[in-house]
């Protein structure tokens, strides 16, 4: 199972960004798709997931209405389309798949290898 991760990089505050997830070797529309995050030092935090369906949605407080995440079952893909970044949105964004739609990271399968989003002030 190989998660490959896209579309991060250096923005200004108020900014947009658009992450990109792509599957291979899963039986993607069976998986639960999701986002974490991570600063160094500190734990991966849950971001965005989506059911298998596409139909059950969740965010953390802190996108919340920032932050839209979508899946296209056809291209085995998840996107993360980011708008109105904050400085505190910094961090290494990780796509995860797994068969539970969870806030732990212990409970995803699969992770990809990153990206990096930077957000300058």
């Known amino acids: 199972v190989q998660l490959d991760e896209s579309g991060g990089g250096l923005v200004q505050a108020g900014g947009s960004l658009r992450l990109s997830c792509v599957a291979s070797?899963?039986?993607?529309?069976?998986?639960?798709m999701g986002w974490f995050r991570q600063t160094p030092g500190k734990e991966r935090d849950f971001v965005a997931a989506v059911s298998w369906s596409g139909h059950d949605i969740d965010y953390s407080d802190s996108v919340k209405g920032r932050f839209t995440v979508s899946r296209d079952d056809a291209k085995k893909m998840i996107s993360l389309q980011m708008n109105s970044l904050k400085p505190d949105d910094t961090a290494t964004y990780y796509c995860?798949?797994?068969?539970?739609?969870?806030?732990?990271?212990?409970?995803?399968?699969?992770w990809g290898q990153g990206t990096q989003v930077t957000v300058s002030s």
């Open positions: 070797g899963v039986a993607f529309m069976s998986y639960r």
């Open positions: 995860a798949a797994g068969m539970l739609m969870t806030r732990r990271q212990s409970d995803w399968d699969y």
